[in-house]
């Protein structure tokens, strides 16, 4: 079983805020989103500019907007803790689309002539948490054609494939494999720049890896490529089988490998991988089993 730990795919939270409204001037305010740790997490999945907090504040009332320019959907997700206070509405998860400013909340004053105030805290992942996997779709392995890899950790691994990356794949392939898309689709989030790779959590967030987001709202995640190992770009549209990358070592990991999971989110928190079905030469629409080699289909 190869000797490595899953990381988590993108989370992302705001710093908790505290807000007293007694006397609020009027004013809006522009808190950039800060990327943290949520398990073992590769961090700055999208670029720290690219979703906003926008709050436009006053005394009686104060509306909260997520603003998203990057490349995909995200899901949001809100906990509030309100004190003479109330929301506009009882949702607290919610999609925003692609370069859209979302109305998030409003939060009002319950009682006139009293000191108000509230908190929150916010989180998102990238992705909808509406996306809908094509089960009936065979995926390609993420390796030049006819090669023979071997499935070291499968579904429900014993050492790192359960809860949120039960439905995950692990091939052992020497460092400078070529990694080939899996499915087509369009490049959400990479990075490249790590070296490193180690069993303790110093290495934790120094994972390379590529992102692509499906035509039906789901998310491939390959991971642990080498340093400048990762030949596509965020936006970039790719087909099936094509080189997005090379395979390495790098983040929580002991031994060169590439892990791949599609996942969607399940809430601003949390994500959920999906099981798929692959195509090689022993056959298609087969799961792949830990322990058997299979050849990528030609």
Same mark, same amino acid.
């Given at each position: 079983?190869?000797?490595?730990?899953?990381?988590?795919?993108?989370?992302?939270?705001?710093?908790?805020?505290?807000?007293?409204?007694?006397?609020?001037?009027?004013?809006?305010?522009?808190?950039?989103?800060?990327?943290?740790?949520?398990?073992?997490?590769?961090?700055?999945?999208?670029?720290?500019?690219?979703?906003?907090?926008?709050?436009?504040?006053?005394?009686?009332?104060?509306?909260?907007?997520?603003?998203?320019?990057?490349?995909?959907?995200?899901?949001?997700?809100?906990?509030?803790?309100?004190?003479?206070?109330?929301?506009?509405?009882?949702?607290?998860?919610?999609?925003?689309?692609?370069?859209?400013?979302?109305?998030?909340?409003?939060?009002?004053?319950?009682?006139?002539?009293?000191?108000?105030?509230?908190?929150?805290?916010?989180?998102?992942?990238?992705?909808?948490?509406?996306?809908?996997?094509?089960?009936?779709?065979?995926?390609?392995?993420?390796?030049?054609?006819?090669?023979?890899?071997?499935?070291?950790?499968?579904?429900?691994?014993?050492?790192?494939?359960?809860?949120?990356?039960?439905?995950?794949?692990?091939?052992?392939?020497?460092?400078?494999?070529?990694?080939?898309?899996?499915? $087509?689709?369009?490049?959400?989030?990479?990075?490249? !720049?790590?070296? +490193? %790779?180690?069993?303790? *959590?110093?290495? =934790?967030? #120094?994972?390379?890896?590529?992102?692509?987001?499906?035509?039906?709202?789901?998310?491939?995640?390959?991971?642990?490529?080498?340093?400048?190992?990762?030949?596509?770009?965020?936006?970039?549209?790719?087909?099936?089988?094509?080189?997005?990358?090379?395979?390495?070592?790098?983040?929580?990991?002991?031994?060169?490998?590439?892990?791949?999971?599609?996942?969607?989110?399940?809430?601003?928190? $949390?994500?959920?991988?999906?099981?798929?079905?692959? !195509?090689?030469? +022993? %056959?298609?629409?087969? *799961?792949?089993? =830990?322990? #058997?080699?299979?050849?990528?289909?030609?």
């Amino acid at each position: 079983m190869t000797d490595e730990k899953r990381q988590s795919p993108m989370s992302f939270i705001s710093a908790r805020r505290e807000s007293n409204r007694a006397n609020a001037m009027v004013r809006k305010l522009m808190l950039v989103c800060s990327l943290v740790v949520s398990l073992l997490l590769p961090s700055r999945l999208l670029a720290e500019e690219l979703v906003r907090l926008v709050i436009e504040e006053s005394a009686k009332e104060n509306t909260l907007y997520v603003q998203n320019d990057g490349p995909v959907d995200i899901t949001v997700s809100f906990k509030f803790t309100l004190r003479n206070a109330e929301l506009d509405q009882s949702r607290t998860t919610f999609v925003v689309h692609p370069k859209e400013t979302a109305l998030a909340f409003r939060v009002m004053r319950k009682t006139r002539n009293a000191p108000w105030n509230y908190s929150y805290e916010w989180h998102y992942r990238l992705g909808n948490i509406d996306a809908r996997h094509d089960d009936g779709f065979n995926y390609r392995l993420p390796f030049e054609e006819g090669r023979k890899v071997w499935v070291t950790q499968g579904f429900d691994g014993k050492f790192s494939h359960q809860g949120e990356w039960r439905y995950s794949i692990d091939w052992r392939v020497p460092e400078g494999t070529a990694v080939h898309a899996a499915r $087509k689709g369009t490049v959400v989030a990479t990075q490249s !720049r790590y070296s +490193e %790779g180690g069993p303790t *959590t110093e290495f =934790e967030e #120094k994972a390379n890896y590529v992102v692509v987001a499906h035509d039906d709202g789901t998310l491939g995640f390959y991971v642990h490529l080498k340093k400048d190992g990762v030949v596509v770009s965020v936006g970039e549209r790719i087909r099936e089988g094509r080189l997005i990358g090379y395979s390495g070592n790098t983040g929580y990991s002991t031994v060169p490998h590439l892990h791949f999971s599609v996942y969607k989110p399940k809430d601003g928190w $949390k994500t959920e991988s999906i099981p798929i079905r692959f !195509r090689t030469e +022993e %056959g298609s629409g087969i *799961t792949l089993e =830990e322990g #058997k080699e299979y050849t990528v289909s030609r």
